[in-house]
């Protein structure tokens, strides 16, 4: 029986929009989308957010998601930005809660150690990972790194729901070897 699972990953912004869909099937995952809303070219605060809801809605008739990862807005110095950024992420999670769909979401450092094993990792750095782990070819990348930042939710995603160390089963590495002896060669 093949488990199949489409995930809309989501870097929420004013000012550029990042998303990536990832869809696993028996446990694999493989890029099926990613891209970028440009949203500077408008003035008004709420029309770029009424782009935000509606994009994000097309993406969801579009290709059916069962989840939405999304990236948690982080504190920053500047309280305008974050309100922004918080009203961004906001209007991505309503168009996803008017379809029903489930949200999870993620800190920025949880994000980039779940792709690079380094929570401070680059942008850059995040991009090459998922790149070299989805065998994106070149001609696939897009310049703007919001998008592979989208796609990064949601592979985070993908890897916080399928590791074999679950905080509720095992305390550690350690824990899961005593318990599963017969997986280890």
């Given at each position: 029986?093949?488990?199949?699972?489409?995930?809309?990953?989501?870097?929420?912004?004013?000012?550029?929009?990042?998303?990536?869909?990832?869809?696993?099937?028996?446990?694999?995952?493989?890029?099926?989308?990613?891209?970028?809303l440009?949203?500077?070219?408008?003035?008004?605060?709420?029309?770029?957010l009424?782009?935000?809801?509606?994009?994000?809605?097309?993406?969801?008739?579009?290709?059916?998601?069962?989840?939405?990862?999304?990236?948690?807005?982080?504190?920053?110095?500047n309280?305008?930005?974050?309100?922004?950024?918080?009203?961004?992420?906001?209007?991505?999670?309503?168009?996803?809660?008017?379809?029903?769909?489930?949200?999870?979401?993620?800190?920025?450092?949880?994000?980039?150690?779940?792709?690079?094993?380094?929570?401070?990792?680059?942008?850059?750095?995040?991009?090459?990972?998922?790149?070299?782990?989805?065998?994106?070819?070149?001609?696939?990348?897009?310049?703007?790194?919001?998008?592979?930042?989208?796609?990064?939710a949601?592979?985070?995603?993908?890897?916080?729901?399928?590791?074999?160390?679950?905080?509720?089963?095992?305390?550690?590495?350690?824990?899961?070897?005593?318990?599963?002896p017969?997986?280890?060669?």
């Amino acid at each position: 029986m093949i488990k199949e699972k489409i995930i809309l990953g989501i870097d929420p912004g004013t000012n550029i929009m990042g998303y990536g869909l990832v869809k696993v099937i028996d446990n694999k995952p493989a890029l099926m989308t990613m891209g970028v809303l440009i949203l500077n070219k408008y003035e008004d605060h709420y029309l770029r957010l009424r782009r935000i809801f509606d994009r994000i809605i097309g993406l969801i008739e579009e290709y059916l998601p069962d989840e939405l990862a999304i990236e948690a807005p982080f504190f920053g110095k500047n309280v305008q930005s974050m309100l922004k950024l918080g009203r961004a992420q906001g209007v991505a999670m309503a168009a996803a809660l008017s379809r029903d769909i489930p949200i999870f979401e993620y800190a920025p450092l949880k994000i980039k150690m779940s792709i690079t094993g380094n929570g401070r990792a680059s942008k850059e750095q995040v991009a090459a990972m998922l790149q070299r782990f989805l065998k994106i070819s070149d001609d696939q990348m897009l310049p703007q790194l919001d998008a592979t930042d989208g796609l990064a939710a949601a592979l985070c995603h993908f890897f916080q729901n399928n590791s074999p160390v679950k905080e509720d089963n095992y305390k550690s590495w350690k824990d899961y070897i005593n318990k599963n002896p017969k997986k280890i060669k």
